[in-house]
């Protein structure tokens, strides 16, 4: 999904209002779309760091709702329910930068070679056991597609070598990403 530079700027909009309107226990701001590609059901993360440093981040990994009700959702959810992190007091707000991630559809993989570092993001499903990591992630830290696969694993809770074994599910999909970054 190609996002035009407006919508890209009403979604930071939204992820930005809905962060202040909880932090200052005010009701939600009413939100008019009157975007096509915002009404379209789609999964989406939101990203929140803090002078360079995660500082929250969750997502759906699914299209469950329409894209701007999943950022607005997901905004809140990483400023104040993300578990690695205490929740988001308000003389943090002014440090934040936000980047949204809309995720394509997963495809899964039988031969990791169609794994594109940078391209593609993971979701690994072992049993009960499933981690995702977004593709900027593997740029951010320089990982090969060997280092992206174990560290996707890790995330999931499973040994690092799980990847290749033939009960695990790999996925990949790609991630329009974008942010005031």
Not at 7 to 26: C, F, G, M, Q, Y
Not at 45 to 73: D, H, N, S
Not at 99 to 115: A, G, H, N, Q, T
Not at 145 to 163: I, M, Q, S
Request: charged fraction near 30%; aromatic fraction near 12%.
């Amino acid at each position: 999904m190609e996002l035009t530079d407006k919508e890209k700027a009403v979604l930071l909009d939204i992820a930005k209002k809905a962060i202040a309107a909880k932090i200052n226990r005010r009701e939600m701001p009413e939100v008019k779309i009157d975007s096509d590609n915002l009404k379209m059901k789609r999964g989406a993360f939101v990203t929140l760091k803090k002078q360079g440093y995660l500082r929250g981040c969750i997502g759906y990994i699914k299209a469950f709702k329409p894209l701007w009700e999943t950022v607005q959702e997901m905004a809140i959810a990483a400023a104040f329910n993300d578990p690695r992190f205490p929740s988001l007091k308000p003389e943090e707000v002014k440090d934040l930068t936000f980047e949204i991630s809309v995720l394509s559809p997963f495809k899964r993989v039988k031969d990791i070679k169609e794994i594109e570092v940078g391209k593609h993001g993971l979701y690994i499903v072992h049993g009960y056991n499933s981690g995702l990591l977004l593709p900027q992630v593997a740029i951010e830290y320089g990982w090969d597609r060997e280092n992206f696969l174990k560290e996707t694993c890790y995330k999931a809770g499973l040994p690092t070598d799980a990847w290749m074994d033939e009960a695990t599910e790999i996925y990949i999909f790609s991630a329009n990403y974008f942010g005031d970054t």
